[in-house]
């Protein structure tokens, strides 16, 4: 018996091209991590071959199982705290510039390929520890969303190990986490910072139809699987759906497009010029 079932390369192709024109996700050369994510499961689900199993994904029309194969491909390896630069910076300089220009007190911010949940209940809780009692003056929900439906759905219940919170400060893990169901090894956020993100699917490739713009987005490891005229653009969406001034993190083995109009200001750290208030 195989240890591992083996894709065509025709499939491998098909799928390759099926996944970018849908999700723009560039596999074309992730061959072996494809194999390696979906072999056990295309046997478990009966199928004697790749060929058998894609066939079943692109005649159904309800999409679940699109949605398998999307949870199974994409990576979602994530901490808190991971790039801590872009916290400090969260801290130090976003937040006092928002607190000064926006004067209705809604603040939107966008954390696209959020995974696990992760990143926007750290920036959440970043945002309840420097604004303190004031908090209650602000709108502070931050919008956090995924392709990856088995992501979304344990981010809501924002359920962590020991090991993923290890990086967070000692006071902030005493206020803002408690153990799950009495075990020592898991934490959940609290009901206050869980309250303030808001999970929602969205996929890149789609429109932007967001009623609003926003004063920070955060895409950070995800434009990694575009290729270059898919990364571009997205990141046109990403500045036009920004407020002037408003800022644009992403992560360190990014770049942004060198046509881009953001400015950058640190270490994947951009901004859109213009009127600061609104």
Known sequence: MLSRL???QSDFDELTA??????????????????????????????NSFS????????????????????????????????T???????????????????????????????????????????DDYFGFDRRFWDLKILATDI?????????????????IKNIPEDWRKKYFHPYSNTKDLWQVSDTIRQNVEFRYHNLMDDFTFKKKFDLIVCRNVMIYF?????????????????EGGYFYIGHAESVPKDMPFVKVAPAIYRKLGGDKR
């Not at 910076?89 to 006092?96: E, S």
């Not at 990856?148 to 993923?164: F, W």
């Open 6 to 8: 083996e894709i065509s």
């Open 18 to 47: 099926f996944i970018k024109e849908k999700y723009g996700l560039d596999l074309a050369r992730k061959k072996s991590i494809v194999e390696s994510r979906l072999s056990n499961y295309v046997l478990d689900c009966g199928f």
């Open 52 to 83: 058998e199993y894609l066939s079943a994904v692109y005649s159904d029309e309800t999409g679940r199982e699109t949605a398998n194969l999307i949870n199974r491909l994409t990576t979602n390896h994530t901490y808190f705290m991971r790039e």
């Open 85 to 127: 630069d872009h916290f400090q910076h969260f801290m130090a300089k976003f937040l006092p510039y928002a607190e000064k220009n926006v004067l209705d007190h809604d603040m939107r911010i966008w954390s696209a390929g959020c995974s696990f949940g992760n990143e926007p209940y750290n920036l959440a809780m970043c945002m």
């Open 148 to 164: 990856s439906l088995n992501a979304l759905r344990s981010a809501k219940n924002g359920i962590y190990t020991s090991m993923s």
């Open 227 to 243: 290729d270059d005229d898919t990364k571009a653009e997205i990141c046109r969406k990403f500045y036009d759906a920004m407020e």
